[in-house]
């Protein structure tokens, strides 16, 4: 009855580890709005997300000319400055704001007033950046002065699952859980370790479950990190290139990459000194039990 009991444990302390890593890790870099844009700030100097930046701010900037009188100048004409402007050291500081207006997007419930005004889905600014084009006499086409408004948003929802993706406030109460769950995990694992090693006859031999769970709930997560991107292109789309998405999803799953390698060595240093206290504590039963013969 003992040993059933420890074998319990163990998968609970397994599963609470499970969710305690990925869960810490989601509430210091993802609920977090500045590590969350300071993690995914490296993609504005990534050459992908500045070329699909380039084509969408430049089809922006073509509406916006032909909306103020110009004749639809053509993207060639425009796609060569906004291009020289992604790639320059501008960029990259802007493209960092507007992740984190994502961030707030996602992670804060829409106001009454954008309800009524039908903004219920994360939308980007892109005025901040087309005005640094603009101040910088990149986008001189047939002689337009343009004149940018206040915001330039585009949606980064679709339609039907997609719009839930990037629904605004989607993961505000995901993120609450998150909070609950870093903290309550690791008391629960804790507890469930200490209790397991208590149940169990021969410890050394629990500890080494302990650690191998650990290690086993290392690697699910890994390969869940792994599946991600692939996740995301069957959901993502719409308004979101999925150059951006499946850069955003590698570089957040990449993040996680230092705190997964850490709970594997760690299940494993567990596993080896438990295999190890377990055959010499059963050796040394063996050896009691002949001696009192």
Known sequence: MRG?????????AAVAVFVAVPANWANRYVVDQGRFTTL??????????????????AGQVQRLLTEQGDSRPPLETITPYVTAYTRSAQFPPVFAAAVGQVHTWL????????????????????????????SADHVQVK???????AQVTIDLSGTGANQDLFRAGRLQPVAEDVGAASWLAILVGAVAAVLALI?????????????LG?????????????????????????????????????????SIGPWVGTE???????????????????????????EGW
Not at 199 to 211: D, N, T
Not at 275 to 290: E, Q, S
Request: proline share 4%; charged share 15%; net charge positive.
């Open 4 to 12: 059933f009991t420890a074998f319990l444990l163990v998968i609970v």
């Open 40 to 57: 995914l700030a490296p993609l504005g100097s990534d050459p992908a997300v500045q070329q699909v930046m380039a084509t969408e701010i």
């Open 107 to 134: 992670f804060t419930q829409p106001t009454l007033e954008q309800r009524l005004g039908g903004a219920t889905t994360t939308q980007v600014d892109l005025a901040p950046m087309i005005r640094q084009i603009v």
């Open 143 to 149: 002689g337009a002065d343009l004149a940018v408004p």
């Open 199 to 211: 149940a169990g006859r021969r410890r050394g031999f629990v500890l080494m479950f302990l650690g």
């Open 214 to 254: 650990a290690a086993l709930a290392a690697g699910v997560t890994w390969v869940l990190c792994v599946a991600a991107p692939s996740y995301a292109a069957h959901r993502g789309g719409g308004g979101l290139n999925m150059t951006v998405l499946k850069a955003a999803i590698d570089q957040v799953t990449h």
């Open 264 to 290: 594997a060595a760690i299940g494993g240093a567990a596993a080896l000194l438990g295999l190890m206290f377990g055959v010499l504590g059963m050796l040394a039963g063996r050896r009691r039990r002949r």
